[in-house]
């Protein structure tokens, strides 16, 4: 048995690829399908449900597939089912795409007789604004 005090570092070369991270798991581009669903339940299940946000129900119970979609890319299955999800990969979808290339909104023409009137200062911090109910919530 041999004892090594220091790693001698120069005996390996540096040039050999690095094993792959055990950590780390490999990207699946699968979609995540879920269901949103519609079930019948008494009033003291609605009563749960409406204070936990979720409830038990029995094993024969049937449930109505109102809709399946990705729960990633929110796209409806029969859309996606045969390709890969794209959320994955860019999300930009889900916010009305590219934002860079997309048309920007356009504003109204006021009527020819319009005129602009400044309106007052609405200050929306402090004090102020809490008591005049613009920061307050409803």
Request: net charge negative.
């Amino acid at each position: 048995m041999e004892l090594t005090l220091f790693a001698d570092l120069f005996t390996e070369s540096l040039d050999l690829p690095e094993p792959p991270a055990e950590g780390e798991p490999e990207l699946s581009l699968a979609h995540v399908w879920i269901v949103a669903a519609e079930i019948k339940v008494e009033e003291r299940v609605a009563k749960v449900a409406d204070f936990r946000g979720s409830f038990t129900t029995l094993a024969d119970t049937r449930v109505d597939a109102l809709e399946v979609y990705c729960r990633a890319c929110r796209r409806p299955y029969e859309d996606v089912a045969d390709t890969d999800c794209e959320a994955v990969l860019d999300n930009r979808h889900l916010i009305g795409g590219d934002q860079s290339v997309r048309a920007k909104r356009k504003m109204p023409t006021p009527p020819p007789n319009a005129r602009l009137v400044p309106g007052g200062r609405i200050e929306r911090r402090g004090i102020g604004a809490y008591v005049a109910g613009v920061s307050r919530p409803r």
